[in-house]
């Protein structure tokens, strides 16, 4: 009985012992697949790790032979781990709070300010990264403070495709459209042959944000006054148009993928979408084109600039930077920008790749020039602002379109809220 | 443990003196101690890992969920861990918010709809289902797909379903007259919408609850009262009703629970809007931690908190009724 009462109680200690490694098991690998093994790093100095935001991307992609081949150039290993972009602010923001972030991480370029003011982010004055190339307009959501806290890998924005089949069939010449008032006036006769006006996103995120922020900026109005006459105009333009059928209700809760569905039925006149879309426009097999999203009394409005940024994540090592610096130094160089672009169908951030894109297809002028118009989210030196007015911006919009407050009152309240 | 009776006296006051039993006169006294001692021992050791388990896994995240609400976290604190404690400052602010009132009248509305709903026709489906005519075990079978479903697919379905201009639920209203309604767009509507979403989920629960708590109703009440000249009707509601409750009990005191935390069918469908006329605490939680770029993880977590709050207050009824159950 003794006997096997020890035995008991061995099996008894033997099993906490395997559930306590066990769970400690499980949690460092837990941590492990986020860091992307980075906690090994201190004792593998020859191994860098990169984490990007495009999952897309599997091994065999040109994009992971880029990173090794760069990696190899600066005599280094490279570890990557690819996250959904929703995701990876948030894993970003544990990494460094654990104390492993990654070597280079590629993120959202409105983002870019928030990490920054969280310390996560090194500026290019510490890294002797060279940023002078880059367009400043496109630079400039990664400023923050007089300092710069990365460099864009490419840049997209956004635009106004329309169906020549439809326009025709309307009897709308699209040189007409310069301003508001005509293209109104050519969502009009679109509805009145029958057809489907046009349809964008206004989605309660950041994309509902995105997508109207060019007609806010197109009236005039400044993020820093929600409630302005200007900004009241831009968002009465998108609640005229819902009201009298020339856009579909379903924008509300359209994301920018499910807005260019609706598109690529071949039934919408005008889709407000991303430089990202070409591709797919191509597979539709629609007649289309692109012009650059009007501003209130002509010209073209400024779009936001989407897009990602390469930055430098702050190490307790910071011998590191050294090597690192290399790697985005070659990650974005002209040649290598050239083919990233390609790929991810997005602008070059620097004029002589954006010259050499426009050349090679000459689909991408109106998005190059679209891109040169472009203004950073986070510019104007609102920083991690932006995020607030950001989300108050979409809820007005959203409130307005939905009928539950006039255009006036639902930015009244948003720029209250934000104060 | 054998050998301890067999040691000399001084020996096992060394023992003793080491703590293993303290104070034992008599060797026997000492060998019954030990044996009850190390007896202990083992039960706690055998208690360790669910112990622990419960530790890591329940007890850690609801202190940390707790910590975070009671912090003022900024991205920069958060990341160097040195967020200055607040109290009550983000509770305070929550219960401030102009959101805070149209969410709690959203929770209430949609558990209780939801509930009503769910459990009454999944009580009419039981009973129903319980004639066993010819097909019944397939399409019982087949009430039970929602169930089986990927939350996102039923959800995105009803959100496809329910789009204000190419929606099949519109479509057909449309076939008989009636004019577009913007069920995910409006919001008079969007409530609405993720109820019935809801209810389509939650049916096929209660029927297999309902329908299995039907199974131990003797069929010879049914034939006694049938005798005595009671209807159908009559026989719902002196025989099924009455010797169900106990099972109805525990279908929507469950229900209740699972209800106050839907999430997933409310984001998936409206993202809580249109101007927040969707929004319940369980959405409203996760946008203010991770709908924003700049997280507000305070807020967020006091959110979490008060639906813990709520589902622990519901919890402890389901004890309670649970204890009566087990008492009569």
Redesign the interface.
Known sequence: MNRSARRRLTAAALTVVAVTTGATACSSSGSGSGSGGTSTKASDGGTYTIWDPYPQFDKSSAWTKLLDGCGTEAGVKIKRTAFDTSDLTNKALLAAQQGNSADVLIIDNPVVSTLAEAGVLTSTDDTKLDVSKVSPNLLSAGQSGGKTYGTPIGANTLALYYNNKVLKAAGVDISSVKDWKSLTAALAKVKAAGKKGITFSAIGTEEGSFQFLPWYWGSGAQLTALDSDKAVSALSLWKDWLGKGYAPNSVINNTQTTSWAEFATGDYAFAENGTWQLGNADKAGLDYGVIPVPGIDGGSAAAPTGGEFVTIPVQDDTARYATTQKLVSCLTNSQNLLDTDTTLSYVAPTTEVQDKQAAANPKLKPWVEAVKAARGRTGDNLGTKYPKISEQLWKAVQSALSGSASPKDALGSAQSAVK | ??HTTQQPPDQRRTADRNGAATAAPAPAGATTRR?RA??Q??AW??L??VA??LA?FYAYPLYRNLDLSLHNY???S????DAPFTGLANYRAVFDD?TFAPALLHTAVFTTVCLVLQYSIGLALAVFFNQHFRLSAILRALFLVPWLLPLIVSASTW?WML????GIVNATLHAVGIG?V?W????SWSLTSVIIANVWIGVPFNLVVLYSGLQSIPASLYEAAALDGAGAWRRFWSITFPLLRPVSAITLLLGLVYTLKVFDIIWIM????????STTFATWSYQLG??????AFGPGAAVGNLLVVAALVFGLVYLKVQRKQASS
Do not use: C, E
Not at chain 2, 78 to 81: D, E
Not at chain 2, 163 to 166: A, L, M, P, Q
Not at chain 2, 184 to 187: D, E
């Open positions: 443990m054998k044996r190390s007896h021992w083992t050791a055998f360790a890992p622990l388990y890591l900024t991205v920069r958060f990341v160097r861990g102009p959100s789009n204000s201009d190419s577009p913007h995910l767009t409006s919001p409206t993202k809580g809007g249109p101007a927040d006329s991770f709908g924003n770029l700049l997280p």
